[in-house]
């Protein structure tokens, strides 16, 4: 008996091990030469040194996150402050400030002037109380008034790169669910964390060597090109030239993205649209006591990320951004970078990366195209953060949707063998 896992990204990898934890036989595909998908890092031959093709943020109060790193064993590599904060610069005025929520649920921080964005006022958070209750055909300039320096300091800032939408057109429900796992839960679940020393240390290769270590099969640059039908059941598994046989208490799941789904189920509705994500990693060490992340407001670049060798930048929903010349584009973001840390001079050797199909357009119309991980076939799920988890394109979608459908592909076969 066993489940067969179509795509190596974070979704796939998540059922891979959630699956071998419960003892299931797994065999897990992948078409490209290199696990990870949108999460992945390499060497860089432009840059002679490790990247991640982009900077993942990831929050404390991310459970999938935190269990799918304790079955890896990789709990102790995120980094970040004990305390939430989020440091900011604006660009514009070059005024900086530090937002400290509280640790707890109560949100004491917005009546105290001292810690609450500047030129805000308390009644300006009520806005925050607006977006956590869900409206599935709302978007977020339905609900609440997308101006002032809340919207401007704060909210768009951190929405745009929950959403990766130009956040007055994104799902109110998309949005209020990231909120009421974060900030509405206090400090202690929102404080920011990235992994280190790479993305693929903290949560790709360790996977790997915990499926190998449980038997399962991992097979790279092996692309699925069909599926073979016996009634409602999937039967076989066509990569090139070679085919594999599905059992009748075999289970598939195919963990890739939208665009792959449709080819190989015709007919699925999927989001379809995209949005981009552009990041620029700089080759130059921070310098003593950088801050290890600060959002930038009227700024070409939205966040700056300060590495151990290296700084980067993350732009999100950058369409605006994908056709700029290279040159002109790294000069602009190296201008920012260098504001945050006090640099003078000309760009150090440089890489842009660019997701152009980074995630779905975190829209009411896109969202309302999300399709279950239960399909319609009794023997085949679906997985990944395009998928209805509730949440927007996130690290954390990705792996929540990867442990449903392990559960139900596991429940399948466990109910196959109680039949027999």
């Given at each position: 008996m066993t489940v067969h896992v179509i795509g190596a990204g974070l979704a796939g990898l998540s059922a891979a091990v959630t699956l071998a934890a419960k003892g299931d036989r797994v065999i897990l595909s992948e078409a490209a030469r290199q696990p990870g998908g949108r999460c992945r890092s390499y060497h860089d031959s432009q840059l002679d040194m490790v990247i991640d093709n982009g900077n993942h943020l990831v929050l404390s109060g991310n459970q999938a996150v935190g269990r799918y790193l304790r079955a890896i064993g990789t709990a102790d590599r995120l980094m970040g402050p004990d305390r939430a904060e989020f440091r900011f610069l604006d660009r514009s005025t070059g005024e900086s400030w530090v937002l400290r929520p509280s640790e707890g649920r109560i949100p004491w921080w917005v009546f105290d002037q001292r810690r609450r964005v500047p030129g805000t006022r308390l009644r300006d958070y009520m806005a925050l109380a607006a977006l956590t209750r869900s409206r599935p055909d709302a978007r977020i300039a339905d609900v609440i008034d997308?101006?002032?320096?809340?919207?401007?300091r704060l909210l768009r800032p951190v929405l745009v790169s929950v959403l990766n939408t130009a956040p007055e057109e994104g799902s109110v429900a998309l949005a209020g669910a990231v909120l009421r796992e974060s900030l509405?839960?206090?400090?202690?679940?929102?404080?920011?964390?990235?992994?280190?020393?790479?993305?693929?240390?903290?949560f790709v290769d360790p996977a790997l060597d915990r499926l190998h270590t449980a038997g399962a099969v991992v097979r790279l640059d092996q692309r699925l090109r069909t599926l073979q039908w016996d009634g409602d059941r999937?039967?076989?598994?066509?990569?090139?030239?070679?085919t594999?046989?599905?059992g009748p208490d075999d289970a598939l799941i195919l963990a890739v993205p939208p665009w792959v789904a449709t080819e190989l189920l015709p007919g699925l509705t999927v989001p379809d649209a995209f949005e981009p994500i552009l990041n620029a990693h700089f080759r130059i060490a921070p310098p003593p006591g950088a801050a290890p992340m600060v959002g930038?407001?009227?700024?070409?670049?939205?966040?700056?990320?300060?590495?151990?060798?290296?700084?980067?930048?993350?732009?999100s929903a950058a369409g605006r951004l994908m056709d700029i010349e290279t040159e002109a584009l790294t000069a602009r973001l190296w201008q920012d970078v260098a504001a945050?840390?006090?640099?003078?001079g000309p760009p150090p050797p440089s890489r842009i990366v660019k997701e152009r199909r980074a995630t779905f357009a975190a829209t009411p119309a896109q969202a309302a195209r999300r399709p279950p991980a239960r399909t319609r076939w009794p023997n085949l799920f679906l997985a990944g953060d395009w998928t209805d988890t509730g949440l927007p394109a996130t690290i954390e979608g990705?792996?929540?949707s990867g442990e449903v459908a392990a559960g139900l592909a596991s429940a399948r076969i466990r109910a196959e063998r109680v039949a027999a």
């Amino acid at each position: 008996m066993t489940v067969h896992v179509i795509g190596a990204g974070l979704a796939g990898l998540s059922a891979a091990v959630t699956l071998a934890a419960k003892g299931d036989r797994v065999i897990l595909s992948e078409a490209a030469r290199q696990p990870g998908g949108r999460c992945r890092s390499y060497h860089d031959s432009q840059l002679d040194m490790v990247i991640d093709n982009g900077n993942h943020l990831v929050l404390s109060g991310n459970q999938a996150v935190g269990r799918y790193l304790r079955a890896i064993g990789t709990a102790d590599r995120l980094m970040g402050p004990d305390r939430a904060e989020f440091r900011f610069l604006d660009r514009s005025t070059g005024e900086s400030w530090v937002l400290r929520p509280s640790e707890g649920r109560i949100p004491w921080w917005v009546f105290d002037q001292r810690r609450r964005v500047p030129g805000t006022r308390l009644r300006d958070y009520m806005a925050l109380a607006a977006l956590t209750r869900s409206r599935p055909d709302a978007r977020i300039a339905d609900v609440i008034d997308c101006r002032g320096p809340l919207w401007e300091r704060l909210l768009r800032p951190v929405l745009v790169s929950v959403l990766n939408t130009a956040p007055e057109e994104g799902s109110v429900a998309l949005a209020g669910a990231v909120l009421r796992e974060s900030l509405a839960k206090g400090g202690a679940a929102s404080r920011p964390r990235i992994a280190t020393p790479t993305l693929a240390a903290a949560f790709v290769d360790p996977a790997l060597d915990r499926l190998h270590t449980a038997g399962a099969v991992v097979r790279l640059d092996q692309r699925l090109r069909t599926l073979q039908w016996d009634g409602d059941r999937v039967t076989g598994l066509t990569f090139g030239a070679e085919t594999a046989a599905l059992g009748p208490d075999d289970a598939l799941i195919l963990a890739v993205p939208p665009w792959v789904a449709t080819e190989l189920l015709p007919g699925l509705t999927v989001p379809d649209a995209f949005e981009p994500i552009l990041n620029a990693h700089f080759r130059i060490a921070p310098p003593p006591g950088a801050a290890p992340m600060v959002g930038l407001i009227n700024g070409t670049a939205e966040w700056v990320f300060a590495f151990q060798d290296r700084l980067s930048v993350t732009v999100s929903a950058a369409g605006r951004l994908m056709d700029i010349e290279t040159e002109a584009l790294t000069a602009r973001l190296w201008q920012d970078v260098a504001a945050v840390y006090g640099l003078t001079g000309p760009p150090p050797p440089s890489r842009i990366v660019k997701e152009r199909r980074a995630t779905f357009a975190a829209t009411p119309a896109q969202a309302a195209r999300r399709p279950p991980a239960r399909t319609r076939w009794p023997n085949l799920f679906l997985a990944g953060d395009w998928t209805d988890t509730g949440l927007p394109a996130t690290i954390e979608g990705a792996l929540r949707s990867g442990e449903v459908a392990a559960g139900l592909a596991s429940a399948r076969i466990r109910a196959e063998r109680v039949a027999a």
